[in-house]
């Protein structure tokens, strides 16, 4: 009876932590991801969230607001954002490794892509904006996936990871 319980208490445990399919960067690392995106991104991270939603065809990159009020923040996410969607339109996938590392997982795939292999949508949103990202080469979907979980990592304090329900259309 007694081991009986024992299972059922050690089950319970189990079933109520929270499964995280992306292990967060060490502290170290994040606070090296911080200091080199802060040289990157114009809008303060501590007054910001990035979102990623991984979807059947790519994902789904948003930058938000924590106060809906500050419009300076909005500005400033809405300007990089714009940049990066026409860097990464160029194939210019520099940004990203400057933060991360040119080993960042996904990221070689990215660049190697050609024109018009990847849809790249900017989109601004009340609280900030988002960038879609979408393909129809497997690999491509792979590398997106891949490097949106390096970034849940290396912005584990800044990142979240959306539960989208979002569908590509091309």
């Known amino acids: 009876m007694k081991q009986l319980t024992l299972v059922s208490i050690l089950f319970a445990i189990l079933v109520s932590l929270p499964i995280h399919a992306v292990e967060k960067a060490n502290e170290q690392r994040l606070d090296e991801v911080v200091q080199r995106g802060s040289k990157v991104m114009p809008f303060n991270l501590e007054q910001t969230t990035h979102v990623f939603s991984k979807t059947t065809n790519g994902g789904i990159q948003q930058v938000l607001v924590k106060d809906a009020g500050n419009v300076d923040q909005i500005k400033l996410i809405r300007e990089h954002l714009t940049k990066i969607a026409h860097e990464f339109h160029q194939g210019d996938f520099s940004n990203p490794a400057k933060i991360h590392g040119y080993t960042m997982p996904g990221l070689d795939e990215l660049r190697k892509a050609k024109p018009n292999q990847i849809e790249i949508v900017y989109k601004?949103?009340?609280n900030g904006a988002e960038i879609n990202y979408s393909s129809d080469i497997p690999e491509l979907i792979k590398a997106i996936h891949q490097w949106f979980d390096a970034q849940l990592s290396d912005h584990a304090r800044h990142?979240?990871?959306?539960?989208?329900?979002h569908q590509m259309h091309k």
Do not use: T
């Open 124 to 126: 601004e949103l009340p």
């Open 159 to 165: 990142a979240v990871s959306g539960h989208s329900n």
